[in-house]
């Protein structure tokens, strides 16, 4: 019984987050023009915990589009990416 309640979560929640896809990816907070065009999308607290990534291996679980992730290997990392959703690793990419 409870497989078939984490199932129907998962699906919940996949159906959400593929209903925000498109409008996440016009959206002005992620400003995907902007991020293409080279600006980062990582905020100056998060730049200053992780500190010089550079040749560092990441893992980033849940990465929606990849913003976070390609950020991260602009800034020298090897990043690995991944995400329940399919349409948004295609967005990724």
Request: with cysteine; aromatic share 6%; net charge negative.
């Amino acid at each position: 019984m409870k497989s078939v309640e984490v199932d129907n979560y998962l699906d919940i929640n996949r159906q959400s987050w593929n209903k925000r896809l498109e409008a996440h990816l016009t959206s002005d907070f992620y400003d995907v023009k902007g991020f293409v065009a080279g600006k980062s999308s990582l905020n100056p607290i998060e730049l200053e915990i992780l500190g010089n990534v550079e040749g560092k291996s990441i893992l980033h679980i849940q990465c929606h589009f990849g913003q976070d992730s390609i950020s991260l290997s602009r800034l020298g990392a090897d990043v690995l990416g991944i995400d329940l959703l399919n349409q948004s690793i295609a967005k990724a990419k």
